[in-house]
Structure formats: structure tokens, C-alpha cells
């Protein structure tokens, strides 16, 4: 029963968010977007200053510090709670988004953005962007985590505010950098946030949606 359950919450999803990610890239390079005219717009505004803000900006998602950030939130999940729910969930959203990015990037195959590449160019292509998407993964999937667990309306918004802003940091660096285009930097946060709510679907509210249907049947 749990094996079927979680193929219909999990895996189901996550090869629905592949082939619809696989999709989108095929029809992106099918279409010309002019997305390139952005690219060198960013790289001709570029200065030391933003350099060096960007440099920080899209490290907070470079795959080390999200693998040992994750697994520290997981283990103080399970410190601080007692229960394994919270870090499942978390673990999850983050491996979830990076299964499909490794499953769809190199078949799509987009080549990044004609402008000078800032940072080394990783093997994968463009699209989506792994950056984004485990960065939407990590750090919202911490922020959902976390404002369960706090009543504090004012301190629920600064946690979200925290949450996203990250992402937001890393897509813009990325953009920036000229390591991908537009449309990557918005697929890679929709495949995030998609994991997201997937996980938080299957494993953080499961128990409360049976119980609530539970309810419905017996009523």
C-alpha cells in the first residue's frame, strides 16, 4: 500500500515534470526566444563590484554547499522535531528537482548564452538551470519547514522573505554571470518550487490529508 502510494505522490509527478521539462526545452530551442539580447545586455553592464556580489550570489546553490546544507537541515530536523517527516520531505524536494535536471539537461542540449561565461561552464547545458531550481528547492522547502513550526506571523514573513530571496539572488547571478538564459532561470524555479509542493504533497501534510479524508468517508 505505501509503495503504491508513494508511486503515485513521487515518482508519478516526477516523470510528469520531466517529460513536461524535456518538452519546454525542445519547443525553447525550436523557437528562437531573442532571450541572447539579455544575456549581452547584463554582460555589458558588468563591473568589479557586481562581479564579486554575483560570485556569492550563485554559490549559495553550488551543488557542495547544497548537498552539506541539506544534510545538516535534515539531521536538525530530526534533532529538533524528533521525527523523520521534516527532513524526508526536505531531502526530497532537493534530490527530486536534481534527478530531473540530470535527466532532461543533457537531452535538451542548449547551448549557453554567446557571451563570456564567468564562471566555469559546467558539462550540463543550459537548460533548465540547476542552480535555480535546487536553490528554489532547498531554501523554500527550509522556509515551509520552518514557518509549520512558528505561529509568529511577523517572523513567518521573514523566514519566506529569507527563502526567497535567495533563489532570487542565485537566478539573478546566474543571469548575470552569462551562464544561462532567461527562460532557464524561470523553468529552473518552476521545477523547484513543482518539487516542493510534490514533497510537501507526499510526505509533510500526507498524514493530515488521510486523516481529513478519513474523516470525509466516515462522516
Same mark, same amino acid.
Given at each position: 500500500?505505501?509503495?503504491?502510494?508513494?508511486?503515485?505522490?513521487?515518482?508519478?509527478?516526477?516523470?510528469?515534470? =520531466?517529460?513536461?521539462?524535456?518538452? !519546454?526545452?525542445?519547443?525553447?530551442?525550436?523557437?528562437?526566444?531573442?532571450?541572447?539580447?539579455?544575456? *549581452?545586455?547584463?554582460?555589458? $553592464?558588468?563591473?568589479?563590484?557586481?562581479?564579486?556580489?554575483?560570485?556569492?550570489?550563485?554559490?549559495?546553490?553550488?551543488?557542495?554547499?547544497? +548537498?552539506?546544507?541539506? =544534510?545538516?537541515?535534515?539531521?536538525? %530536523?530530526?534533532?529538533?522535531? &524528533?521525527?523523520?517527516?521534516?527532513?524526508? %520531505?526536505?531531502?526530497?524536494?532537493?534530490?527530486?528537482?536534481?534527478?530531473? %535536471?540530470?535527466?532532461?539537461?543533457?537531452? +535538451?542540449? *542548449?547551448? *549557453?548564452?554567446? @557571451?563570456?561565461?564567468?564562471?566555469?561552464?559546467?558539462?550540463?547545458?543550459?537548460?533548465?538551470?540547476? #542552480? +535555480?531550481?535546487?536553490?528554489?528547492?532547498?531554501?523554500?522547502?527550509?522556509?515551509?519547514?520552518?514557518?509549520?513550526?512558528? &505561529?509568529?506571523?511577523?517572523?513567518? @514573513?521573514?523566514?519566506?522573505?529569507?527563502?526567497?530571496?535567495?533563489?532570487?539572488? @542565485?537566478?539573478?547571478?546566474?543571469?548575470?554571470? $552569462?551562464? #544561462?538564459?532567461?527562460?532557464?532561470?524561470?523553468?529552473?524555479?518552476?521545477?523547484? =518550487?513543482?518539487? +516542493?509542493?510534490?514533497?510537501?504533497?507526499?510526505?509533510?501534510?500526507?498524514?493530515?490529508?488521510?486523516? *481529513?479524508?478519513?474523516? !470525509? &468517508?466516515?462522516?
Amino acid at each position: 500500500m505505501k509503495v503504491k502510494r508513494y508511486a503515485l505522490s513521487i515518482v508519478l509527478p516526477m516523470i510528469l515534470m =520531466a517529460a513536461v521539462t524535456y518538452g !519546454v526545452g525542445r519547443a525553447i530551442l525550436a523557437w528562437p526566444t531573442g532571450e541572447a539580447s539579455v544575456s *549581452r545586455s547584463l554582460a555589458a $553592464g558588468r563591473t568589479p563590484l557586481w562581479n564579486t556580489l554575483t560570485d556569492f550570489g550563485s554559490s549559495l546553490s553550488d551543488t557542495p554547499y547544497i +548537498v552539506a546544507l541539506t =544534510a545538516i537541515a535534515a539531521i536538525g %530536523f530530526r534533532l529538533l522535531y &524528533r521525527r523523520w517527516r521534516e527532513s524526508i %520531505f526536505l531531502v526530497a524536494a532537493v534530490w527530486g528537482q536534481s534527478l530531473i %535536471f540530470l535527466a532532461t539537461t543533457e537531452a +535538451v542540449g *542548449r547551448h *549557453r548564452p554567446p @557571451v563570456e561565461h564567468i564562471d566555469p561552464a559546467p558539462p550540463t547545458s543550459s537548460f533548465p538551470s540547476g #542552480h +535555480v531550481s535546487a536553490a528554489v528547492a532547498f531554501y523554500c522547502g527550509l522556509a515551509l519547514v520552518l514557518t509549520t513550526h512558528v &505561529r509568529n506571523r511577523a517572523l513567518q @514573513v521573514l523566514i519566506w522573505a529569507l527563502g526567497i530571496a535567495a533563489p532570487l539572488a @542565485v537566478a539573478l547571478s546566474r543571469l548575470y554571470r $552569462g551562464m #544561462h538564459f532567461l527562460s532557464d532561470v524561470i523553468w529552473g524555479a518552476l521545477l523547484g =518550487a513543482g518539487c +516542493v509542493v510534490m514533497a510537501a504533497r507526499a510526505i509533510l501534510y500526507a498524514r493530515e490529508r488521510r486523516r *481529513r479524508s478519513e474523516l !470525509v &468517508r466516515s462522516a
